[in-house]
């Protein structure tokens, strides 16, 4: 059985099964990424419930592994030379995912690159451009009376859509036929962006046809529709 006791995270949200990668996390877009991703490769995995609406990211223990204070966050107890690693930022650990079970990342060098641009595209632009939208638009930012911050992270997130819409024209996914890393680390921020924060009609959603239907498809894939859910609320039945 795996050793967990280096690690002081696992000390708030004990291993029930410590020889299992260990996923700290809440289904934000960023948290359901990894969530998602176990799923489709059919890893082994605890998930554990990071509450982050009463702080718990930024206590001592999560600190201790994730430094920058977000979710998600994982320890792999059957890390690289057969030792646990403990990993944070969505992007990283999506990467360590791929290439340690060779999959949703392309063998060919020049595709598996062009494949992790586009993971950075998400980290870079799309992340952060919708997030702003979502607090200026649904949350304490909508209280603002300048709406100039609103606008500029609204104009910025239809021009990121219009970049995604012209490479998914004449494409299942991001990668041609090959659904990847770069879907999964894209589809949660779409989903977020005319779903919970509400703000379809404000980006003009519905003119950037291509996203709409790559959306429909990633949202239809099975191990999507499971890992947006999780991790559980504690108090979920």
């Known amino acids: 059985m795996a050793d967990l006791s280096a690690f002081p995270i696992a000390t708030r949200w004990p291993a029930k099964h410590p020889d299992q990668i260990q996923l700290y996390s809440a289904t934000t877009p960023n948290g359901v990424k990894i969530s998602i991703a176990l799923e489709e490769l059919g890893l082994p995995y605890e998930p554990h419930w990071v509450n982050i609406g009463q702080n718990e990211s930024w206590t001592p223990e999560f600190l201790s592994l994730n430094p920058n204070g977000k979710i998600p966050a994982i320890i792999d107890p059957n890390g690289p030379d057969g030792k646990p690693i403990g990993l944070f930022e969505s992007g990283a650990i999506l990467l ?11 063998v060919d060098a020049a595709r598996r ?75 949660g921020w779409v989903r977020n962006l005319i779903g919970f924060y509400e703000a379809r009609e404000l980006v003009g959603f519905d003119d950037f046809t291509n996203v709409g239907t790559w959306l429909e498809r990633g949202l239809a894939r099975p191990a999507v529709q499971k890992g947006l859910t999780i991790p559980a609320k504690p108090d979920a039945s």
């Open 96 to 106: 360590y995912l791929a290439e340690k079970t060779g999959l949703l990342m392309p």
């Open 113 to 187: 690159y062009e494949t992790i641009q586009w993971v950075f595209f998400q980290m870079a632009s799309i992340g952060p451009m919708f997030g702003q939208v979502g607090f200026f638009h649904k949350f304490a930012g909508r209280e603002i009376a300048d709406k100039r911050p609103l606008e500029r992270y609204r104009d910025e997130s239809k021009r990121l859509l219009g970049v995604l819409d012209i490479r998914l024209k004449g494409r299942k996914w991001i990668m041609g036929n090959d659904y990847t890393i770069a879907d999964i680390s894209l589809l």
